[in-house]
Nanobody, 123 residues
Framework: QVQLVESGGGLVQAGGSLRLSCAASGRSFNNYVMGWFRQAPGLEREFLAA????????WYADAVKGQFTISRDSAKTVVYLQMNSLKPEDTAVYYC????????????????WGQGTQVTVSS
C-alpha cells in the first residue's frame, strides 16, 4: 500500500524559509514522478513542482520558479520542497503526490496523495 507522509509545515514569518518533507513507502518509486501541490481555502489545488525519480529531472510552476526547489534523497525515499522568501499568499495546505506520468502537472494526473501539511506565513 502506497503511503506518502508530509512533514515540516508550520508558522513562519514573511521572508522566511521552510523545508517540507515527503516520506514515500509501500512500493518501488523508480518509475514514478513525485510532485508537490498546495491548496488555499476556496481555491483549486495548485501544482508547484515535480521530480522524476529516475534521472531527477525537475519542473516547476512559473509562479514558484526560483523561489521553491524540489529535491530527493533516494536512499531514504524522501522528497523535499525547499521554500524561500515566503509570503502570506503562500499560506496553504501543501500536499505530496505520486504519478506514473512523466511531466505530470495536473492534479488528476497524480494517483497517490499524502494527507497534507499546513504552512502559514504571517505578515
Amino acid at each position: 500500500q502506497v503511503q506518502l507522509v508530509e512533514s515540516g509545515g508550520g508558522l513562519v514569518q514573511a521572508g522566511g524559509s521552510l523545508r517540507l518533507s515527503c516520506a514515500a513507502s509501500g512500493r518501488s518509486f523508480n518509475n514514478y514522478v513525485m510532485g508537490w501541490f498546495r491548496q488555499a481555502p476556496g481555491l483549486e489545488r495548485e501544482f508547484l513542482a515535480a521530480l522524476s525519480w529516475i534521472g531527477s529531472r525537475t519542473w516547476y510552476a512559473d509562479a514558484v520558479k526560483g523561489q521553491f526547489t524540489i529535491s530527493r534523497d533516494s536512499a531514504k525515499t524522501v522528497v523535499y520542497l525547499q521554500m524561500n522568501s515566503l509570503k502570506p499568499e503562500d499560506t496553504a495546505v501543501y500536499y505530496c503526490a505520486a504519478s506514473l506520468r512523466y511531466w505530470a502537472r495536473g492534479r488528476y494526473e497524480y494517483d497517490y496523495w499524502g494527507q497534507g501539511t499546513q504552512v502559514t506565513v504571517s505578515s
